[in-house]
């Protein structure tokens, strides 16, 4: 049976726009986090596909790309699932073109490899740009239209793109997928559904109790909705992960709401110490000095919050691409 033929599609990485080596792309320590278990999606579907490259697998799980590169280059025979490691390999070494070069070699040798299209997707949807990665995952999807993963980083692109009712449509078929829970709870709140970011939380915690994210997401969903047990909920989370800024913030929002301004100061300047570019925390931190009545202190921070938000509203880098024939 023949293979599907491929319409012209995103190909070709020339360099990053606006400059830039395309290290440090300005993720915080959580949106890493939330990348890698994406890539396990993939390592699982290439490792079901291809268990003779497990091995090399591991190098690329374990960060040793150019280890992983090397045994690859020793391997005379390269199957579609050799350029999909290599693939990743280049991803990890911050050279986008090479890794999507060989992602779209893959994609010539087998158009049905599924680990080959997640991974072109994800290319681009790590690193700002996500309208490619759309259109990647929208030929992915007709090929494969059953794949999780495919249908997962689709509504991951709509996310960044804030087409939220589809990434909301899209996102909910893929629970209860753990990184669909990241996503899909993120949709609820940042559209004020914080009923039903509620009930997704606790049916996450329900199967990953000692998971950290879940604990933190019912907090905000609880916090929306103007409960009390907010708090209990965002300090279990913290428990689990004592490092996870963003619990931090949201306990410190609490904290000032509640009068309580030595400990909302103390949560803020945990979650600034933490991650150091987080607005919103630098933001409540000049209100709660404010009201403290440390003026000097809440002006410095308003600076501060003056010139990240100027840093945030300048052109991010991302990929400069172009259509072609494969």
């Known amino acids: 049976m023949m293979a599907p033929r491929m319409r012209p599609v995103l190909r070709r990485v020339a360099l990053l726009a606006y400059g830039g080596s395309g290290k440090g792309w300005g993720q915080s320590k959580e949106q890493r986090e939330h990348m890698i278990r994406y890539h396990l999606v993939l390592w699982l579907a290439l490792l079901l596909a291809a268990p003779d ?5 591991r190098r690329i799980t374990a960060g040793d790309f150019r280890d992983a590169l090397a045994q690859l280059e020793l391997r005379k025979e390269r199957p579609a699932a050799w350029f999909v490691l290599a693939s990743k390999a280049y991803d990890g070494l ?5 890794a999507v070069s060989a992602a779209e070699t893959a994609l010539r040798l087998e158009p049905r490899n599924e680990a080959a299209h997640v991974q072109l997707g994800y290319i681009f949807l790590a690193r700002n740009t996500p309208a490619a990665a759309v259109d990647i995952f929208s030929e992915a999807e007709r090929i494969l239209p059953q794949s999780l993963p495919v249908r997962l980083g689709m509504g991951l692109a709509l996310k960044e793109l804030q ?3 589809e990434a909301e449509k899209i996102l909910s078929s893929c629970w209860p997928h753990p ?3 990241d996503a899909l709870a993120t949709v609820y709140l940042l559209r004020s559904k914080f009923a039903p970011a509620k009930a997704l939380a606790i049916q996450f915690i329900a199967s990953n109790p000692a998971d950290y994210r879940g604990h933190y997401f019912l907090a905000a969903a609880k916090d929306g909705l103007q409960e009390q047990e907010a708090v209990d909920s965002v300090r279990h989370s913290l428990t689990l992960n004592s ?13 000032l709401r509640e009068g309580a301004l030595a400990e909302a100061i103390a949560s803020f ?3 600034i110490g933490l991650r150091p570019d ?16 440390r003026a000097s202190e809440a002006s410095r921070e308003f600076d501060i919050v003056r010139e990240l938000k100027k840093k945030e509203a300048e052109p991010k880098p991302s990929l400069l691409f172009h259509r072609g024939n494969r």
Do not use: C, N, Y
Not at 94 to 98: L, V
Not at 243 to 255: D, E, S, W, Y
């Open 278 to 293: 987080l607005t919103q925390a630098h933001l409540q931190l000049a209100q709660a000095l404010q009201r403290a009545g």
């Open 179 to 181: 990184l669909a829970f």
């Open 243 to 255: 490092r996870f800024a963003a619990a931090h913030a949201l306990l410190g929002k609490i904290q």
């Open 53 to 57: 490259f497990s091995a090399i697998e």
């Open 269 to 271: 300047r945990t979650a």
């Open 163 to 165: 087409r939220f009712d």
């Open 94 to 98: 911050d050279d986008p073109a090479k």
